[in-house]
């Protein structure tokens, strides 16, 4: 089974997801993490060859592997999570996840993941219209621009005044727009999604919020 949550940059879709998983004792898989990871491939190779990205990412080992309750792409025999959210990826991911060759192989290994005997918390922009689109349930968690990027600054430990708040505002709203407006799977909410804005929302309350929509969704109580 299999449950999809997308949305916009920073709304708080991976940590979601991550306790959903938890409380519904499920697996988590958060697909941006694969994007940046040949991203990362990417920029260390010099290239922006899709199929030269694809060839490295094999030299280097890339592919999912279980953490705990996580699925999560390792790089060169470890976990890549510490090398893949810096500035230099995330500004380079949206180019990256454009192209077609490049989120094929990705929505194989997302495919893959989702075992008959797993529930998956999968969260990513095209889960629920183009990987998964029979998902149990799809929700799509969104956020203000500023509700996003203030959370963003404090996970990184910068001060969320007013200034850092709109600038970080401006980049989320800018790799939006780009994921929104690229031909293939672009970042849009499946008609059959629920809308989940959590701008006034604390992190339990939108936790609670999705579990409940699971659980009414799902034809016994887990
Ligand atoms: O965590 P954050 O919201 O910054 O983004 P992410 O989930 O780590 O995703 C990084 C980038 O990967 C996005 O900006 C998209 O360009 C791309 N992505 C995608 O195209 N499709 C997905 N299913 C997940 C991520």
Wanted: charged share 25%; hydrophobic share 45%; glycine share 6%.
């Amino acid at each position: 089974m299999v449950i999809a949550i997308d949305g916009p940059a920073a709304s708080g879709k991976s940590s979601t997801a991550a306790a959903v998983a938890r409380v519904l004792g499920a697996y988590h898989l958060d697909s941006g993490a694969l994007y940046r990871t040949l991203t990362r491939v990417a920029l260390d190779a010099h290239t922006r060859d899709p199929e030269a990205i694809l060839q490295a990412a094999a030299r280097r080992g890339v592919a999912l592997a279980e953490h705990g309750a996580e699925l999560m792409p390792l790089l060169d025999g470890g976990l890549a999570e510490s090398r893949i959210r810096s500035p230099e990826v995330t500004g380079l991911v949206s180019e990256v996840s454009a192209m077609p060759t490049l989120r094929e192989w990705v929505n194989m290994q997302l495919r893959a993941a989702a075992r008959p005997d797993r529930t998956l918390v999968l969260d990513g922009r095209d889960i629920g219209t183009v990987v998964f689109p029979a998902a149990a349930t799809k929700i799509f968690l969104t956020a203000s621009p500023e509700a996003r990027a203030r959370r963003r600054l404090v996970q990184r430990g910068d001060a969320p005044d007013e200034a850092a708040v709109a600038v970080e505002a401006a980049r989320l709203v800018e790799r939006d727009r780009a994921d929104s407006v690229r031909p293939v799977a672009p970042l849009k909410r499946a008609p059959d999604a629920t809308v989940v804005d959590t701008t006034d929302m604390s992190f339990d309350q939108q936790v609670s919020a999705i579990v409940d929509l699971v659980r009414r969704g799902l034809p016994e109580p887990c």
